[in-house]
């Protein structure tokens, strides 16, 4: 596990809930080509945030950011519908996945193995949350059935975890980056583990 001082915890969730901004949904601040982040971040906040207070702000940040962009935003209301409240266990798997990453952290490729597990995991419980809670509860389909659901997860989740690769593997290289010079800085720093 790695320690890093508030100053530092601070930062990376300013990052975070900038991110957020900045690539959730269609508001006033999107980004057109940039692919949702909101999974990944959930996830790097229990990576590195040792408080569960960031978990409750991203929670509001992000229904902040869906509510703007429906009532101000001209973004169409499909998704808010009472399944809405499954993003929060779904949200929560992630960031429970990045804590227990992060107490098993190691600065070597041996922390490729738990890394993998830990994201393999959140993503899979995220995923039965907030499309299978859409799916079964949110009125918007008729005549649910596993099979359907099954097609529409082959169909939609790769998409989710091409993204969270994406944002998880630039998290990782800017990571890889401020441990190998805070190593030079002071070669017995427990940033890195």
């Not at 001082?5 to 949904?25: D, E, H």
């Not at 989710?160 to 980056?177: P, R, T």
């Amino acid at each position: 596990m790695f320690t890093l001082s508030t100053r530092s915890q601070i930062s990376i969730g300013l990052v975070l809930a900038a991110l957020m901004i900045i690539t959730r949904g269609h508001h006033f601040a999107s980004l057109h080509s940039l692919p949702g982040a909101s999974w990944a971040i959930f996830f790097l906040a229990g990576v590195y945030l040792r408080s569960a207070w960031p978990l409750l702000g991203l929670f509001a940040l992000s229904w902040g950011l869906d509510f703007a962009a429906y009532t101000w935003g001209g973004t169409s209301g499909f998704c808010l519908t009472p399944a809405y409240v499954f993003l929060l266990p779904a949200y929560t798997s992630l960031w429970l996945a990045g804590r227990w990453y992060a107490n098993h952290h190691q600065f070597a490729w041996r922390t490729l193995v738990p890394l993998f597990f830990s994201a393999t995991a959140g993503l899979i419980l995220c995923e039965l949350f907030s499309s299978g809670g859409f799916y079964f509860y949110s009125g918007r389909f008729t005549d649910t059935s596993m099979v359907e659901f099954g097609h529409r997860l082959s169909q939609f989740f790769p998409m989710y975890i091409e993204s969270f690769v994406f944002y998880l593997g630039v998290a990782g290289l800017v990571h890889a980056i401020f441990a190998l010079i805070q190593r030079q800085i002071d070669p017995h720093s427990t940033i890195t583990g």
